[in-house]
């Protein structure tokens, strides 16, 4: 049986692990290198009311998949909405349903919290279909693409 839960800083040395692949995936650098650095970074993340994850477990395999949401604020989304910042199902449990499950959660916690909507910026369409079209599965429409802009801080 899979269950689904939201995080606590008691799930760092978990949700760590399915972060390293995530970003590995879609080949991004993770932020940190050093292991005890990114331990207590991603402890403090999870302290942070600002940062909400949900973690997915099966018999099998102690920790599957994640998603992680936090909270924006604009005129265009008319007021509080959820942010999708990271989602990740590792490869062997995808298409059992679990990504739909933790969507879920971020859809019950949206609720709860009042949000007007849900945005997600998904990696490129062209390569990255699969996952496109799983959003698109589930009700989200295209808003546009983003841009950013490092080394503010």
């Known amino acids: 049986m899979v269950t689904?839960?939201?995080?606590?800083?008691e799930d760092a040395d978990s949700l760590l692990p399915l972060s390293k692949m995530l970003f590995a995936e879609i080949g991004h650098p993770f932020p940190t290198a050093d292991s005890s650095e990114a331990k207590v970074f991603f402890r403090n993340l999870l302290k942070s009311?600002?940062?909400?994850?949900?973690?997915?477990?099966?018999?099998e395999n102690p920790a599957c998949a994640f998603i992680t949401l936090n909270e924006g604020t604009s005129v265009y989304a008319g007021g509080r909405f959820g942010v999708i910042r990271e989602f990740y199902v590792i490869e062997e449990k995808r298409s059992?349903?679990?990504g739909k499950a933790l969507l879920q959660s971020a859809i019950e916690c949206a609720q709860r919290n009042?949000?007007?909507?849900l945005e997600v910026t998904p990696p490129h369409q062209e390569a990255w279909k699969r996952t496109?079209?799983?959003?698109?599965r589930e009700g989200f429409t295209e808003i546009g693409p983003r841009l950013k802009l490092e080394c503010l801080a």
């Open 4 to 9: 689904t839960k939201r995080a606590s800083v």
């Open 96 to 98: 059992h349903g679990i």
């Open 132 to 136: 496109y079209n799983f959003y698109r």
């Open 49 to 59: 009311k600002d940062y909400i994850a949900f973690i997915t477990s099966a018999p």
């Open 114 to 117: 009042g949000w007007k909507r």
